[in-house]
């Protein structure tokens, strides 16, 4: 048996805006953002209890919901259920992280190759703060998806080690059984890879 979906006027309300935001609406989209923010923050602190994660998170959430808001159905569940259980599984991936999206591995010591690539990385993925700057994440994220996957697969996996589970060159090189420099040579020539693809992206697009 569906769960029941009895309808309020804001859950109506939070309908129609999913809705909009599924054809692409950025107007509504920025008003579901301030209308539900606060209550989906607090569904991830209740997970993510360290603050700044729980926002790097909350921003995750609204990548998600922008680009999967085709799939909320108001016949099977009510919005704030359908939201909530987004922010829910965001934290809880969160949790299975254990550590920081890649523009904010920072542990190595300055000056070193480690260093000045994760500098390269933060000139390709900005911060999102406000809902505008989610969708052009969203758009970011797709578009380095899918520049990732025509990198080798040596390079795409090394900079997943490197910026997505925050290892230094030497770890890297260490978990694959790999020279140091050859693991800095597909780190070098990946990130790269990814910066000339996302530019012919962005031309594309303009």
Known sequence: MPPSTSSTPRQDNLAELLSRVALGDQAAFERLYRETSPHLLGIVLRIQTDRA???????????NIWRSAQGFNPALSQP??????IARNRA???LRRGQAMPQTVSH???G??????TNMLDDIASEAPGPLDLLAQASTAKALSTCMDNLSGDQRHSLALAYYQGLSHSEVAEHLGQPLGTVKSWVRRGLQGLKNCLERASLALS
């Not at 994660?53 to 990548?63: G, S």
């Not at 704030?80 to 259980?85: E, N, V």
């Not at 070193?112 to 690539?117: A, H």
Request: avoid cysteine; aromatic fraction near 6%.
């Open 112 to 117: 070193t190759d480690d260093d000045e690539d």
């Open 92 to 94: 809880i991936d969160s």
């Open 108 to 110: 190595h010591g300055s």
């Open 53 to 63: 994660q729980a926002e790097d998170v909350l921003q995750e959430v609204y990548v």
């Open 80 to 85: 704030t259920t359908w939201l909530g259980s």
